[in-house]
């Protein structure tokens, strides 16, 4: 099992900031989090390849936060290919083994099984330059997996894979789990998440806003980054305020702005996340009369996106506001960039997600 | 059209202007190697002291380089891979050789091992002679052409992508195995080159070696003298011995490629 215990670091300019979690044997953990995030220098600290400040990593109860890169037996799988090219896909696969000084039978023996399991026994001559990205993934693989590591961990493992290798990776890691490898692994994807994390945690900016099961994070996602990658488009941090004797309607003013909506019929927090379903807002074109007292906005389309069978239409008006509409009614609009539109939310479109910490 | 005809005119222009460089570099050694009678040349390459003087300047400028070799590898994978304070001033220092006038050197050597130097003084006091001897000869090449193996093996070290040291040590190998597994073979051909180089720079040396050694005579000095106690005629075909010697090496340099590039392209 390995746990992080308030993992800080500074470095240039940037701060990886009480970072813990906890990924017990056989679970996969999936670390995400917009580029810059911190993810892969978290990676390097459980790795021992750079140091923390302060906390610390503990592998099966025992700290080894001061323990040498080599001793630490947490494998590190780099985003791009670092297998030696000097070396045969066999001396590739051999080389852990060697270095922690194996018997020769040991290492014939683990490596022909290693071969075998990643489905590369007819590589074993072959140097890595001829390799396609699917079998280099493999034999990286076999060769982080030829001394049992603690935790495997990998830095956008399928990032760079066509599909067909992707379902294939994700069907090896999926074994590996079954097998009770732990899984510390990067990744931008949704997908590869939910085929493979049971915990997710989310890095913003060396800290992290989200941690639990890759279930609950799915149906609270607690930031813009999570919430965009979830599908959802309008997604504001908002304060609510109760209407004076009106108990279940709220005020919800976006953070940083002058843009309210009114909330009807939802328990609020007195902050949150309000999140507008995209597929239930209505537009009106070249209008800008508006109700008052209701939640309709007037403003100017500044995106037109064809998305499969839908179109999305961007409001800007002081924030920016999705609506998606079917072809056929976008067919029936005359509509365009620059245009002055009203857009009508409906009560039934509001959904709240409360967050204390924020 | 007119375009066309321009850019054809700036090429041409272009080239004759490399052609005259071209010229210039070629024209004294083809002269010199077209002048000789083939059969006068391969006769001097058999006279005792043009023989003996090659065979000197090859085993002292090839042990040399190897000798050396044993500091200078590590070295330049100490700046290839560490950054320190002062480090640019200490790769001005080693390349310092490379700009200092070669007498010069030879006299800075000289104030190192002359007899009245502790260096000369301790040798002598084991019955060794630190001037006048293949070993001052051998330290007047190393220290002339060391620069040219540090550099290509520092290139050469750099060309080799940290991240797979960083896999190697993350996979359990210690500093050392990654050294001697990852590093020195990725690198090799580049120090290879180095030494070559250098091999051929401390084989050209004249005005360092004069300096420590007159005697024993190596093949630069060897035409120095033939010039001024003979004349033109007699050094001449010790000169393009030597040239064609050093061809050899220069043929050998450019068949092997640049350093660090193969792994550079991997990266």
Redesign the interface.
């Known amino acids: 099992m390995l746990e992080l215990k308030n993992i800080s670091r500074h470095c240039r300019g940037f701060a990886l900031e009480n970072i813990s979690l906890r990924i017990a044997d056989g679970e996969c953990c999936a670390l995400m989090g917009r580029s810059g995030a911190g993810k892969t220098m978290l990676l390097r600290i459980i790795?021992?390849?750079d140091r923390h400040d302060t906390g610390s990593v503990l592998l099966d109860h025992k700290d080894i936060s001061k323990a040498t890169?080599?001793e630490r037996?947490c494998?590190?799988m780099?985003q791009?290919n670092?297998l030696?090219?000097?070396l045969s896909v066999m001396d590739n696969i051999t080389?852990?083994l060697k270095?922690?000084r194996m018997k020769p039978d040991f290492i014939r023996q683990r490596t022909h099984e290693m071969a075998k399991k990643m489905g590369i026994s007819h590589l074993l001559s072959r140097k890595p330059?001829g390799l396609s990205g699917g079998e280099s993934q493999r034999v990286a693989l076999a060769?982080?997996l030829s001394?049992r590591p603690a935790i495997l961990m990998l830095d956008e493992p399928l990032s760079s894979l066509d599909m067909e290798l992707r379902d294939e990776m994700i069907s090896i890691l999926q074994a590996l789990k079954q097998e009770g490898q732990s899984i510390l692994m990067v990744t931008h994807q949704l997908e590869d998440t939910l085929a493979l994390a049971d915990k997710t945690a989310v890095l913003d900016a060396g800290k992290m806003v989200q941690y639990g099961t890759t279930d609950e994070l799915i149906a609270n996602p607690q930031s813009r980054f999570l919430a965009r990658l979830t599908g959802i488009r309008n997604y504001y941090k908002v304060d609510f305020h109760q209407i004076k004797d009106y108990p279940l309607i709220y005020i919800a003013s976006v953070q940083n702005t002058r843009v309210s909506f009114f909330v009807h019929g939802l328990n609020c927090p007195e902050r949150g996340h309000l999140v507008i379903r995209e597929n239930q807002i209505s537009i009106a074109v070249n209008s800008d009369a508006i109700n008052p007292g209701s939640n309709q906005f007037s403003g100017v389309i500044t995106g037109i996106v064809r998305k499969g069978e839908t179109t999305e239409i961007t409001l800007r008006n002081g924030i920016t506001m999705v609506a998606s509409l079917l072809l056929s009614d976008i067919d029936l609009m005359d509509i365009s960039i620059g245009d002055n539109a009203v857009f009508s939310i409906p009560d039934e479109a509001f959904r709240i997600i409360g967050s204390p910490g924020i | 059209m007119q375009a066309s005809s321009k850019q054809q005119v700036f090429w041409w222009v272009m080239m004759i202007l490399a052609g005259g460089i071209l010229l210039f570099l070629a024209a004294p050694v083809i002269g010199m190697l077209l002048s000789q009678n083939p059969g006068r040349v391969w006769d001097t390459a058999f006279e005792p002291d043009v023989a003996k003087s090659i065979r000197l300047t090859l085993w002292t400028s090839m042990s040399a380089a190897l000798f050396t070799a044993v500091g200078a590898v590590p070295l330049s994978y100490l700046l290839a891979r560490k950054k320190f304070p002062g480090r640019k001033l200490l790769m001005g220092i080693i390349n310092l050789p490379v700009v200092i006038p070669h007498s010069a050197a030879g006299i800075a050597l000289l104030g190192l091992i002359a007899r009245d130097t502790p260096a000369g003084r301790l040798a002598s006091s084991f019955g060794l002679e630190l001037t006048g001897n293949p070993a001052a000869i051998m330290l007047a090449m190393a220290f002339v052409s060391l620069p040219f193996l540090i550099s290509a093996a520092t290139d050469a070290f750099a060309g080799v992508?940290e991240?797979?040291e960083?896999?190697?040590?993350?996979?359990?190998?210690?500093d050392a195995?990654v050294f001697f597994?990852?590093a020195l073979?990725?690198a090799w051909r580049g120090i290879i080159t180095g030494l070559v180089m250098m091999w051929a720079r401390g084989m050209s040396e004249f005005g360092a070696v004069v300096m420590v050694a007159y005697h024993p005579m190596v093949s630069p000095v060897l035409i120095y003298e033939r010039f001024t106690s003979f004349g033109l005629k007699y050094a001449t075909p010790v000169a393009v011995i030597v040239v064609l010697i050093s061809l050899l090496f220069f043929i050998l340099m450019r068949v092997l490629p640049e350093p660090g590039k193969k792994?550079r392209e991997?990266?």
């Not at chain 2, 960083?166 to 190998?173: S, T």
């Open positions: 790795a021992g390849i890169i080599q037996n494998l590190l780099h791009e670092t030696f090219p000097h080389f852990p270095a922690r330059r060769r982080a001394v | 992508p991240n797979l960083e896999a190697a040590r993350n996979l359990g190998a210690s195995r597994t990852i073979p990725l792994h991997h990266a």
